[in-house]
């Protein structure tokens, strides 16, 4: 999925073993992107 306004990737991915979380990856970019939670969400 893409974050309004940024081109950066981020990837969600289950668990793949029981009692692991949810992971979450961003992709790097040249500047940052500041967000809160709910805009996360």
Do not use: H, K
């Not at 950066?8 to 970019?29: A, L, N």
């Amino acid at each position: 999925m893409r974050l309004p306004n940024s081109p950066t990737e981020i990837y969600i991915e289950p668990p793949t073993q029981p009692g692991e979380e949810w992971t979450v990856t961003f992709e790097p970019r040249v500047d940052y992107v500041r967000l809160g939670a709910v805009a996360v969400r």
